[in-house]
């Protein structure tokens, strides 16, 4: 009987061994199997991974390429200042892990500690700005405004700021040559975002760096990938505590190309003077139709070459610094960059800005008629008014010419020539009840590039809006619901009128729609790009260019240029006829038009002026000022928000334009010598043979200029150098560079080339006259 247990319990033992034996089999199994698996299916990944993890990579930024003018003169470079660095493995291995260091390194600069620990302690998902979002093996800026004196403190008494540096680096200049700004065309650098980081690598193009500037908007965007060059990778081999042991190899950075515009720096300035002017003046003028001065609110211009389409100059209003965004923008200058108080200055209204066009836009409604059948010199009542279903159409300030041309139209910009041709197409397209409409004027403003972007290569363009009857259809079914709401109201004002109107039949082409067309109003919108290049176009004969501010990309050696060639969008939809007809008919607008009495003493015969003027009535605001005109050599379009007429408001500025461009003094005379650029610039700036590139002489009567290397500095580029013109220097007997200071080794090498209590900044020598 004592034996049955005892066997009971020796099976149970049995099998309990057995179940240990199996699950320890199958964690030997499981474990080699994972470790097949990391060794020797993925081993060469792993393998990588670790060695990444005693070798760390330190970036180099490239220095960024310059943005020239036409005339080699930089609107954007670098300019080398002091930059005090923290070096983040050093500062660990103090006690305190380098508070004391840093206060002192505070004290020396001038700021408060913890604006100091903030800027080198590392960014995660917790942590807000500032902090550092590059690799903590990267020497991390403090302060790029040190003076030399400050930077001394620093180098003089290393066992004081252990792993603190002070050295010359490349930073980011808006030099505003002559006070050009042209803050909207060259954009602004920002740091590089984790998406982007992201979006590029899963693109397969060249890596995004966390120590990246990127372009956000103008030129700096879209030339972005040509102006950032490559980073320079240093490896240092680390211990498992991050302290570098060695060196593990190193790739040097590739600095950017330079990219040459067509803006003439000098051009630049005075459009934008003209443009803030014009707006000024107009403030001080009465508007009749609302009882209190014109805001003139916001303006833009752009002159353009006529048989290119690239831009010689473009402003916009209001407009801002750009160097602003140099070295981080605060939070209170952001707010004035993109708050509605400060009229949003970011926004470039030349290429973004949408208005309706006013009488500006009867070039295309010129050639619509012709195209309809319309003679040329038919005789087309000019009254008054015009009577359309009880709505009375009328003239510009009911002025009535009896029967005229189309040419005589453009020239007193006759409102009801142009209601009765749309309005007599609107009926022979079926009126209510179309059945196949032709919808001339709708398609020759379409055939004119309007409706869309004109390619200028600038981002964000705007497309403008042409409201035939496809948009008219998709914009009711948007909108019928609030229309149908607000038809309900008891009210009996103007909105609310226009609501049930809408509600009723807002998918209608309507008569009314139609004539307002036909004189640039109702839903029409432009840009003043697609202006100029419309007027360019009628210039040249009919040819429409896509606008372009980049002429050339050249390398940093100077060794490869790229041409920026003009391209050919289209043709306009005109006979050679029609086109002469209408050169002829904006001539007289100039002479004996709506814009003569801002024209006269022109010299016609010598740098024949077409011109028209427009006045854009706008619900719930003032007009707005149109001024488009063309030379044989020009094309500039100006517009003023809220700002009266167009012949009142903006000729005065586009008159002094055309003045200084071709050498036009008050009595009439012409003297292209003094002129600005009489004829459009066509070739590059001169490369010199160590790669820079040599600004022009614009300025012989007082001094000679010439472009310099910057001298021992890193940091130099292609095209580096003053930015003022007007900058004095003192005299010398010939060119001469400016040399790297202290020889005695007083000064330490690395502040040998900068001058005391202010940046770096490469000068240009003058001769002596």
Request: glycine share 10%; hydrophobic share 35%; with cysteine.
């Amino acid at each position: 009987m004592s034996n049955i247990p005892e066997t009971g319990r020796t099976r149970r033992v049995a099998i309990r061994l057995v179940a240990i034996q199996i699950l320890v089999l199958s964690l030997l199994l499981t474990l080699g199997g994972r470790l097949w698996y990391l060794q020797i299916r993925n081993g060469e990944q792993y393998t990588e991974e670790a060695s990444r993890n005693h070798v760390q990579e330190v970036v180099t930024p490239a220095v960024r390429g310059a943005i020239l003018d036409a005339n080699g003169v930089p609107l954007a470079d670098n300019e080398n200042r002091l930059v005090v660095s923290a070096d983040r493995t050093e500062l660990l291995k103090q006690p305190d892990d380098g508070e004391a260091v840093l206060a002192r390194v505070a004290g020396v600069l001038g700021m408060k500690e913890k604006d100091v620990t903030d800027k080198v302690r590392l960014c995660d998902a917790q942590t807000p700005q500032p902090c550092w979002n590059g690799s903590p093996y990267q020497p991390i800026p403090i302060s790029d405004e040190a003076t030399s004196q400050q930077a001394l403190q620093i180098v003089e008494r290393p066992d004081q700021f252990p792993g603190i540096t002070a050295e010359p680096t490349a930073v980011r200049r808006y030099g505003k040559p002559k006070g050009a700004k042209t803050a909207q065309v060259l954009g602004y650098l920002s740091p590089v975002s984790d998406e982007e980081i992201a979006e590029r690598e899963a693109s397969g193009k060249p890596p995004l760096l966390r120590s990246d500037q990127i372009g956000r908007a103008g030129l700096e965007r879209t030339y972005d990938s040509e102006l950032r060059g490559t980073a320079g990778v240093t490896r240092h081999e680390v211990d498992n505590l991050g302290r570098v042991i060695g060196k593990a190899g190193s790739t040097p950075a590739k600095p950017g190309s330079t990219v040459v515009t067509s803006i003439d720096s000098r051009v630049q300035a005075l459009a934008e003077k003209e443009l803030v002017q014009a707006m000024k003046e107009a403030r001080t003028q009465f508007d009749h139709n609302t009882g209190r001065n014109y805001k003139a609110d916001s303006g833009a211009i752009v002159v353009m070459e006529a048989k290119t389409g690239r831009v010689v100059a473009m402003a916009s209003a209001p407009t801002y610094d750009p160097n602003v965004w140099v070295g981080g923008i605060d939070a209170d200058e952001y707010r004035k960059l993109t708050g509605e108080k400060s009229n949003y200055p970011l926004l470039n209204r030349a290429t973004q800005g949408q208005a309706a066009p006013g009488s500006i836009f009867k070039v295309v409604s010129t050639a619509a008629a012709v195209r309809a059948g319309y003679p040329l010199d038919g005789r087309y009542d000019c009254s008054s008014a015009f009577d359309i279903e009880g709505h009375s159409f009328k003239n510009f300030e009911s002025q009535s010419y009896g029967p005229i041309s189309l040419g005589r139209a453009l020239e007193v910009s006759c409102d009801t020539v142009f209601y009765r041709l749309a309005y007599q197409e609107w009926k022979k397209d079926g009126g209510n009840d179309p059945k196949k409409p032709k919808d001339w004027f709708f398609r020759t403003a379409k055939d004119f590039g309007l409706g869309s972007a004109t390619g200028v290569d600038l981002p964000s363009e705007a497309d403008g809006r042409i409201p035939d009857r496809k948009w008219k259809k998709d914009y009711y079914d948007l909108n019928k619901d609030a229309w149908c709401e607000q038809a309900k109201s008891k009210k009996d004002d103007y909105g609310t009128a226009i609501a049930r109107e809408n509600c009723a039949e807002g998918f209608r082409m309507r008569a009314g729609d139609t004539v307002n067309f036909s004189i640039g109003q109702g839903d029409t919108l432009v840009t003043p790009i697609q202006m100029a290049s419309i007027y360019a176009a009628i210039s040249n004969g009919g040819t429409i260019y896509e606008p372009a501010v980049g002429k050339a990309v050249i390398s940093p050696d100077g060794a490869r240029v790229k041409e920026l060639k003009p391209k050919v969008k289209g043709k306009l939809p005109i006979s050679r006829k029609t086109r002469d007809y209408m050169d002829e008919a904006l001539a007289g607008v100039a002479t004996r038009g709506t814009a003569a009495w801002r024209f006269g003493g022109w010299p016609q015969a010598k740098i024949p002026m077409h011109a028209k003027t427009g006045t854009a009535e706008v619900y719930g605001k003032q007009t707005t000022s149109w001024f488009a005109t063309y030379t044989k050599e020009y094309s500039i379009v100006m517009t003023i928000s809220q700002g009266g007429t167009g012949s009142g408001a903006s000729a005065p500025a586009v008159r002094k334009i055309y003045n200084a461009l071709y050498g036009v003094d008050g009595g009439g005379g012409v003297n292209k010598k003094n002129g600005l650029l009489p004829k459009p610039k066509t070739e590059l700036p001169k490369i010199n043979k160590d790669g820079t590139i040599q600004q022009a002489d614009l300025d012989k009567k007082r001094r000679s200029w010439r472009d310099t290397k910057t001298p021992s500095a890193p940091t130099s580029t292609p095209g580096a150098g003053t930015t003022d013109l007007d900058d004095a220097l003192p005299p010398s007997s010939s060119d001469q560079a400016l040399a790297p200071a202290g020889g005695s080794g007083a000064v330490p090498p690395v502040l040998a080339a900068l001058p005391a209590d202010r940046p770096h900044r490469v000068q240009h020598a003058r001769k002596r006259p």
